[in-house]
């Protein structure tokens, strides 16, 4: 008996799209404002969580083989995204790294459980 | 002054999210199912339509300018494997007829909000 | 009869993966560069053409039912990015607007053809 | 001093592209057949490595940081799809064994010389 906390599917699917809408909110933010320069590695690394994020909503939703490679990929790049925008004061980026951090901690308690 | 629902971004993208979800069940169920051959063209139609709804949300969190023209393409997806899984009595291509309707309609009220 | 140069599956993700691969570059270089400020509007629609091109060229190996909806909307991302890209005198810019236009021209002239 | 050969992104890109290319087809071929039901986990499988390798395809041209995991994810999928195919006569599967393990080799072939 232990009391690891299981992660479903669903949390998991949850927090993929809420990382998803967070990093490509930021990475219109930092589209538009005059410190463009800054952030362009925020915007860059916005984009690729977020495409990620989308495509593992997509294969846990379709029950993809390869969903726990996918999640452990997703859960990298959240921590490489949370890393840069922990650099800006922006309340985007700011929100980007809990947003990320969660997202990873949910993916890898998933692959956990499975 | 008129009485339109306007549909915004976020039913909007809820609706695609439910529609790739439903989509992608009922592909998973047409893929284990011993009537495979009948259901051929639907598991087919539901992936297609759950790949256009993934694609949506993605376009919708970050402001695409061609939201409008992706909608559309989803719309008419949502149209197509609507009256395809409508041929089928099997639950989840009846679940997958109300709710590629129901996102069908969002996205065309979100058109005309637009 | 009618000399009408038919555009095949085939020509159309040649143009497909060339667009995407030049709009991706040019996303790349974007980014890189002192004056992304200048070229923030490029970048964007770069990738989101890109994004298309992907999807286009996935669509016409699977014979997606929807690839002519889809073509269809590639054109239209391969005009406005072209549109933007005409503004900026750069190297990359400028092959952006040349290969956008001429994938834009490959595939109106299927949706003919089809 | 070594005889590894090195494979360069246009190289990989190349591959992926083609085994996209292969897996698409013969997914179409798969759901055409009256023998779908034997074929439906290479049919499943086929789509998964499709995407994979588009995603990795766009991922190169972009010069994503996550190309090096996306590439073990894409010949991971290559691997599963290659030994589902190997267990059918038909030509289509055939093909597709032979060109996943191209992919494969090329993509791992590419992380030892990254």
């Given at each position: ?11 998991c ?95 890898r ?6």
């Open positions: 008996m232990t009391n690891v906390t299981v992660t479903t599917y669903k949390e699917i949850d927090a993929c799209i809420r990382c998803m809408n967070v990093c490509n909110t930021s990475y219109v933010s930092s589209l538009k404002g005059l410190d463009i320069f800054e952030l362009r590695e925020c915007l860059r690394l916005d984009r690729e969580c977020a495409d990620l994020c989308a495509m593992a909503v997509q294969a846990m939703t379709r029950n993809s083989p390869f969903v726990a490679e996918i999640c452990e990929l997703v859960a990298k790049a959240c921590d490489v995204c949370a890393e840069e925008c922990m650099k800006h004061p922006h309340e985007h980026c700011q929100e980007c790294v809990s947003v990320c951090q969660e997202c990873a901690r949910v993916c308690s998933m692959l956990v459980a499975a």
